[in-house]
């Protein structure tokens, strides 16, 4: 069976913040978070990919980041992909980093010896509902 027709689990589904939205306030998410609107305040997720449109003005958290958008702040990751056009405006600490054709990029960039954020593995986890 292809995966595409497979029935959607919480854990797959992405968390979108569509183009036109603002989110003020901390996001914390435990698997993919997309952000192509604007977040003003910081997010803590698995994953997160922020679009070309998108902005954040905040501090990211994450074991995984996609940037093709503009960052106004500081990142922890355990691996990071900068796409063309992307912009991080603070300290990117990882452990692994992918830069595809990002001729602008101007951050300073802080080699991690450990993988996963601290930050991220101490994250309180949501309380069940009964």
Do not use: W
């Not at 968390?15 to 306030?25: D, K, N, P, V």
């Not at 998410?29 to 977040?39: A, S, W």
């Amino acid at each position: 069976m292809i995966s595409f027709f497979k029935k959607p689990t919480e854990k797959s589904t992405p968390t979108i913040l569509g183009a036109g939205t603002r989110m003020i306030g901390e996001i914390h998410n435990q698997h993919i978070l997309q952000v192509h609107g604007i977040v003003d305040g910081n997010i803590v997720a698995d994953t997160v990919i922020i679009g070309k449109t998108g902005l954040v003005h905040g501090k990211i958290i994450a074991k995984h980041l996609f940037l093709h958008g503009t960052v106004d702040g500081p990142a922890t990751v355990e691996e990071a992909t900068i796409f063309p056009g992307a912009s991080i405006s603070g300290d990117l600490h990882y452990f692994k980093l992918n830069i595809i054709n990002n001729e602008n990029l101007e951050c300073r960039l802080i080699k991690r010896t450990t993988k996963t954020p601290k930050d991220l593995t101490q994250t309180k986890q949501p309380a069940k509902r009964k």
